[in-house]
């Protein structure tokens, strides 16, 4: 099972997008979800994840801008990204947490640039 990011695109400095995930229902009800991401030529890292529960946590440089969330009733994990930077640059993926590998799929590209 390959978990499918989506709503990635090229957005300019400052800007905002919404990433999602659905999650078949016997993978979101069990685990804990998160977000990460993986820039050229860097390793791949958490950026945000949440708890079956609520609780959340977040990568210091997202902090204040990013949020994430879940909707219980659409098996569905949410990446609320504002004031976006260059530098967040990447391919996002979301995947449980702590994250399979068989649950990696090829996640979708956010490039912010002017």
């Known amino acids: 099972v390959q978990l499918q990011a989506s709503g990635g695109g090229l957005v300019q400095p400052g800007g905002s997008l919404r990433l999602s995930c659905a999650v078949s229902?016997?993978?979101?009800?069990?685990?804990?979800m998160g977000w990460y991401r993986q820039a050229p030529g860097k390793q791949r890292e958490l950026v945000a994840g949440?708890?079956?529960?609520?609780?959340?946590k977040y990568l210091d440089s997202v902090k204040g801008r990013f949020t994430i969330s879940r909707d219980n009733a659409k098996n569905t994990v949410y990446l609320q990204m504002n004031n976006l930077k260059p530098e967040d640059t990447a391919v996002y993926y979301c995947?449980?947490?702590?994250?399979?590998?068989?649950?990696w799929g090829q996640g979708t590209l956010v490039t912010v640039s002017s």
């Open positions: 995947n449980v947490d702590p994250p399979l590998a068989s649950y």
């Open positions: 229902g016997s993978i979101f009800s069990i685990n804990a």
């Open positions: 949440m708890t079956r529960v609520g609780s959340t």
